[in-house]
C-alpha cells in the first residue's frame, strides 16, 4: 500500500478487516473516508493522529476513527494493527 507497509484485508457482506505490518518509521500519510474504522494495535508503538487529537498507541489499545475525520500516522516501532472498517472498503477488495 505504502512503503514500510504491508496489509491482508478479508470482506465480510458489511465490514473489511485488515491486518497491517509496520516497520519502524513507516508514515501512513494523511487521508479520510466515508467508512467508520476502529483500529486494534497489536504489537509494536504507533503514533496515531485523529483530526487534532495525536496518540501514541502501544500494546492493545484501540482507537476509533469516525466517518470523514482526517488521520494519519508513524510507526515508532515494527508493528501490527488490526483496522475493522464499516461499511465494506470496496476499494480494497
Not at 28 to 53: I, N, R
Not at 68 to 84: F, N, P, Q, T, Y
Request: aromatic share 8%; net charge negative.
Amino acid at each position: 500500500m505504502f512503503k514500510g507497509a504491508k496489509a491482508r484485508f478479508v470482506h465480510s457482506e458489511n465490514m473489511t478487516l485488515s491486518l497491517w505490518r509496520f516497520e519502524a518509521g513507516a508514515e501512513l500519510p494523511a487521508h479520510s473516508h466515508p467508512h467508520e474504522q476502529m483500529t486494534k494495535l497489536l504489537s509494536g508503538v504507533f503514533e496515531l493522529t485523529v483530526g487534532d487529537e495525536v496518540k501514541v498507541m502501544t500494546l492493545s489499545d484501540v482507537a476509533m476513527i469516525p466517518s470523514g475525520v482526517e488521520h494519519k500516522g508513524r510507526a515508532i516501532s515494527d508493528c501490527e494493527m488490526l483496522d475493522v472498517f464499516y461499511p465494506v472498503r470496496e476499494d480494497y477488495r
